[in-house]
């Protein structure tokens, strides 16, 4: 099974591109087995310390591998941003050297990269995320010189949570939030967070069409058939059933209708606890 982990049910949004729901072409990632855990308890990860982030995304992997998962995305790009490396460096070896962990900050990266013609980039995410400077060091690191702005926007996700997605407000706060980056003329913005792509259509807008804004879902669908194109030791131990599995760790009422809405399809969640 390949495993999908976000703080709570922003993630799917990343899982409903990898799978294609929705979409006009299959994804032929669609046949695999899914277990996507959301760590609702606990969420939102945005404003807690790096400590915690990374403790609560080890606790979450131990129970993915430990009920059949072979591969685990970290689809939150908090957990992507403050944990990832020291999961993939010290703890995947001593705790589960066969099994892999990916993460979201990579492919956005590369993608941005490929897309940014002035070489000016923006990152819009939560604050543990812009505070991390992962996504800023994966950017410089494949091209030096980079110039890159980043903004904070912790009012965004309890605002999309709360279903405010067209509302004249979210759109005043957006405007706020995106100013700064506009106005350093960037080309390329990166949706560094599993929530934003809900308003990824006035995001556009505001930014404007010299600016290219893309959902990082797609870019992690790409990245996930790459890998397992180039790891056929993993992918040949992935089942394909096309079986999904949801969890969460606290009411599963609201993770079925919020999650549904991410997803673009209904979701009947399992509780579980780390
Ligand atoms: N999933 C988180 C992310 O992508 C957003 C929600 C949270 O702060 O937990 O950064």
């Not at 067209?166 to 003329?185: A, G, N």
Request: proline share 4%; hydrophobic share 40%; with cysteine.
């Amino acid at each position: 099974m390949i495993g999908f982990f976000d703080s709570g049910f922003g993630g799917l949004s990343i899982l409903k591109e990898v799978l294609g729901i929705g979409a006009k072409e299959k994804s032929s990632l669609a046949s695999y087995d899914f277990m996507y855990l959301g760590d609702t308890a606990r969420a939102p990860y945005g404003n807690h310390s790096p400590e915690k982030i990374y403790t609560y995304t080890t606790q979450a992997l131990d129970y993915l591998f430990q009920h059949g998962c072979e591969l685990v995305v970290l689809a939150c790009f908090t957990a992507s941003a403050n944990a990832l490396r020291k999961i993939q460096q010290e703890w995947l070896p001593t705790h589960y050297p066969d099994k892999k962990v990916l993460g979201i900050l990579i492919p956005t990266a590369e993608e941005a990269i490929k897309e940014t013609k002035n070489g000016r980039v923006g990152v819009l995410g939560t604050r543990a995320t812009v505070q991390s400077g992962a996504l800023s060091a994966e950017l410089l690191k494949r091209r030096p010189g980079l110039q890159i702005f980043s903004a904070a926007a912790p009012l965004l996700v309890p605002l999309i949570e709360e279903g405010w997605t067209k509302k004249v407000e979210t759109k005043k706060i957006l405007r706020y939030y995106l100013q700064p980056l506009k106005s350093k003329k960037i080309d390329t913005l990166i949706l560094a967070c599993t929530h934003y792509p809900l308003v990824i259509k006035n995001i556009q807008l505001i930014m404007g069409r010299s600016t290219k804004v893309f959902h990082p879902g797609i870019a992690e669908k790409e990245s996930l058939l790459d890998y397992l194109q180039r790891h056929p030791e993993i992918e040949s131990k992935l089942t394909r059933s096309g079986k999904r599995v949801f969890l969460t760790t606290d009411k599963t009422e609201n993770f079925n209708r919020l999650g549904s809405q991410f997803l673009g399809e209904k979701i009947e969640a399992r509780l579980v606890s780390l």
